[in-house]
């Protein structure tokens, strides 16, 4: 069966340094993956695409690799910031008939020190 | 600010009730999902609606769960009779176009305990 695996439930860093969160599935072709920031109480909220055929995406201070032959995506949080502490939740999403059928892993919660 | 709103946000109820939760998704999304989300198994897909029209319940316990879409402003979602292990965040997602992969925009979520 599809299965998503985050690296790990819970990451410290400190302040300023880059986090690194980890995103693996396994019985999965994706056409895209998608990561979500989701906050204490509040539902997901969309941060960036990544398509099948693109190796890296960046959007201001975060950067998401995505490689098929590994099976795996690679969330990039540069100078990270307090208010960067949220549980982060990959999905991954394939074309044709169950388009825009999203599949979560479990997240990480990131929390960054000052 | 277009967001997708959904009521209760909060329910308490006892076994063997009847609970029903609202969604109204952002105007012009034409697919609606929910999720259930659960410390154990994290988001889980329940069903989605395009178009109004049902496309995939199959996470969803159909002897006592159902999802409606009386219009293309409302989706509901009933569970009769609930059950402790029901209890979780059930979240409404909405997006727009068919087949896209555009972002879903979720919804704040009701969270439900059963006792």
């Known amino acids: 069966s599809q299965k998503i695996e985050q690296n790990s439930e819970a990451l410290n860093i400190q302040e300023g340094k880059t986090a690194t969160l980890t995103c693996n599935y396994t019985?999965?072709?994706?056409?895209?993956l998608q990561w979500y920031r989701q906050d204490p109480g509040r539902g997901p909220v969309f941060l960036l695409l990544?398509?099948?055929?693109?190796k890296e995406k960046r959007k201001e201070r975060l950067k998401v690799t995505f490689d098929t032959t590994l099976k795996q995506s690679l969330f990039h949080i540069t100078a990270s910031q307090p208010a960067d502490s949220a549980t982060y939740l990959c999905a991954l999403g394939a074309d044709g008939g169950s388009q825009g059928n999203l599949i979560f892993g479990k997240g990480t919660k990131l929390s960054v020190k000052p | 600010d277009a967001r997708v709103t959904q009521t209760p946000r909060h329910k308490v109820t006892e076994m063997g009730q009847e609970v029903t939760m609202r969604c109204q998704p952002i105007l012009g999304h034409n697919t609606v999902f929910w999720y259930r989300q659960t410390m154990m198994q994290g988001l889980e897909l329940l069903a989605y609606f395009r178009n109004r029209a049902p496309l995939d319940d199959s996470g969803m316990p159909k002897d006592r769960f159902s999802a409606e879409m009386p219009d293309a402003t409302l989706a509901t979602l009933k569970i009769q009779p609930s059950e402790p292990r029901d209890s979780a965040v059930y979240f409404c997602a909405s997006v727009q176009g068919a087949g896209n992969r555009g972002e879903l925009f979720f919804g704040e979520g009701s969270r439900l305990t059963v006792l």
């Open positions: 019985n999965y072709s994706p056409a895209y």
């Open positions: 990544i398509r099948e055929n693109e």
